[in-house]
């Protein structure tokens, strides 16, 4: 692997304070250099180091921030719910139960329909930047089709997570307690090996505190780190139940009482903040400034998913972030990146300090704030991924 | 100028009722045969003509739609205003004089700086699907300048749009009524030849009914068709305005009354929304519903320009109609090409009737859906204008 160093940086984007100014660490004019995948250095462009590199990039007063890290996808589906999305925008309102189209059409598809899908989407997520990412089963809900799920996720992946907890499939309709024991249970043991995480959808119509509290409680078991899909459809344990699991992450927070603020504040449980699905399920969105302002860790991702939010974009998160949820343009790409790394427990990415993964993306632009100023426009000129261009050749 | 035949499309939006479903005129496992660079014949994929094209495209069971045809851009400008951006989203209320700002720096800009930024945003809207768009001038406002941006975009578009009342520039301070005998004057002499439409921003802090009469009266006395920036605001005599002028399109109508309504719908006066600029002030979007429901013909633009609507995206246009304003995808499709046809009153463009210009986007997608459902995903995978592929080689 050779050493790569980028010259005529316009602004670089460290993520860290110690390197640069502000809380982004913001370099101007910068240089970065780049060996067996990691930072090597980072600096004036005029202090680059004489002679450095392999390869030397020049990129010609763009912007380099570091690559987002997506904490939260369901990219293993088959099917297509765009009419269910067309019937929900003229009125029809969404319930977890529309989950359930997706498990039928992902039971019945072969391993490379789902391969496809999986490679089309992360090779979308890349060219727009996404160099982590996290992927979820929850579309099998059965033992051998979860089991197949994350292995098919693992290959494109560290970053899995068990979701047989997603909802109570239809075979187990009024018996959830003994779907929760499946999944404790045998689906654990069948999934486990794939898996670095847990994950339950603790909300209404989904899973109750104490089969929460089952799931997580058999999965940290295993060795598996703990998240949850909690306080989405309306007030409830899921949260509480986060905190109380020492979760890495608790997701979507619509809908969060001042205990939960105190509880997610007073944790190492990051509050990932899914915008998008929010703007595709035309719900309210979560209120970031209150986390924020009570010194809440906060993330955001895509929720890359078939029926509640169809997108990799995390530029279109971001840019949903300042204008629905007030977050500066500052607060929501540190969400993107490092506050993604923090909710996957990670701290190899998500910045661009010495001894970081060179993962980063490459703007048409000259300063990050384009991510929120220009919606809409595919920004990302080109993703390097452990000091690699990806793809290796042009699109 | 070569044939091709596009074979296997997934979905073909003809937007002609009478060659498929429904208003779009939809077809499945359809093909496109072009020939001189216009849709010479639409229909079955298995009843294409055989042997014919000089290239024969193969879709794979792609969706193919009308290109989209942006109605609304202010794209020659010079200057940066993210910080502005920044700024409104921390709390900044907009005003119109924020245009001076670009003003400012268009002035001091050369031609080849005013060309290239052009020619970045025309390329980017042009790989989103756009194969016709308006520019306006407006960022000059004064008669060499209002005469060189005009020059400039017209050799980019032949939809040129005088708009040197956007706003009193600041050297006419307190002499609106002076600002406007110039633009209807000595300004419109030197820039009509490079226009085919006058414009004029009717709104508080821009210019009121009387002064918009002057420049629209003097505009359409010069050959030139009218339109209007109308009731973006606040309420206002904008739709008036433009429906006495009888422009083809009011733009913005953000606030209208039931009068205001009434009169787009017994006029040729098309209904000109602008979501993404709504987004990017975080204003209040139009009541689309109200207006299609009352029989405006509505089209959907970008607005694209760097104070309050940074994004050459019709796709985030489309989503923003569905998300916001409660369009279905289906009119949504609809005014991003049909509609923007007639905002600019033409007819060989916004559909692929037989004889229309091969003017389309091929979706890396099924359907014509996906553009709301897949929101800030870059799905146009090719655009087609002319029956050429633009650009003609790779990415």
């Known amino acids: 692997m050779g050493s790569v160093l980028f010259r005529r940086i316009g602004e670089l984007v460290t993520n860290d304070p110690a390197a640069g100014e502000g809380p982004l660490g913001v370099l ?55 009419t269910e999305f067309a019937a929900r925008m003229a009125g029809r309102p ?11 059409a992902t039971r019945v598809a072969s391993d490379s329909e789902l391969s496809g899908t999986l490679a089309r989407l992360t090779a979308e997520a890349l060219r727009a930047g996404t160099t982590t990412f996290e992927c979820k089963s929850g ?49 654990l043991d069948a999934c486990a090996r794939f898996a670095r995480w847990v994950d ?10 104490d089969q929460a509290g089952v799931v997580l409680d058999a999965g940290r078991a295993r060795g598996l780190g703990a998240r949850v899909h909690a306080n989405q459809l309306g007030h409830g344990p899921g949260v509480r139940v986060a905190v109380k699991a020492r979760a890495a992450s608790a997701d979507h927070c619509t809908y969060l009482s001042d205990d939960d603020v105190e509880l997610l504040a007073g944790s190492a449980t990051v509050a990932t903040l899914l915008p998008a699905c929010d703007f595709s399920l035309r719900a309210p969105y979560p209120d970031a400034r209150r986390l924020l302002d009570a010194g809440v860790t906060v993330a955001l991702a895509t929720d890359c998913n078939p029926g509640t939010s169809y997108t990799t974009s995390m530029p279109l998160c971001i840019a949903l972030a300042v204008r629905e949820l007030h977050m500066s343009p500052e607060e929501a790409l540190a969400a993107a990146t490092l506050g993604g790394a923090k909710a996957l427990r990670r701290d190899d990415v998500g910045h661009l300090r010495h001894g970081a993964r060179a993962d980063l993306a490459v703007l048409d632009a000259p300063t990050y704030l384009h991510l929120p100023y220009r919606p809409g426009v595919p920004l990302v000129g080109a993703t390097w991924k452990d000091g690699a261009r990806t793809p290796p050749t042009g699109r």
Chains 1, 2 share one sequence.
Not at 29 to 45: H, N, Y
Not at 94 to 104: F, K, L, M, Q
Not at 200 to 209: P, Q, R
Request: net charge negative.
């Open 28 to 82: 101007h004019d910068a240089a970065l250099f780049v060996e067996t995948g990691r930072v090597a250095w980072t600096g004036p462009d005029d202090a680059a180091p004489q002679g450095a590199g392999d390869e030397v990039v020049d990129i010609a007063g763009a912007a380099i921030v570091p690559g987002f890290v997506d904490s939260h996808t369901h990219m293993v589906f088959a099917g297509d719910r765009a």
């Open 139 to 187: 579309y099998g809900l059965a033992v051998e089709h979860e089991a197949r799920c994350l292995r098919l996720a693992r290959a494109v992946t560290e970053e899995t997570t068990f979701l047989g907890a997603h909802v109570v499939p239809g075979e187990f309709a009024g018996r959830a307690d003994d779907y929760v024991a499946l999944v404790a249970g045998a689906m």
């Open 200 to 209: 339950v959808f603790c909300d209404e119509g989904a899973f109750d505190a």
């Open 94 to 104: 969404y319930a977890a139960g529309g989950i359930e189209t997706t498990v039928a």
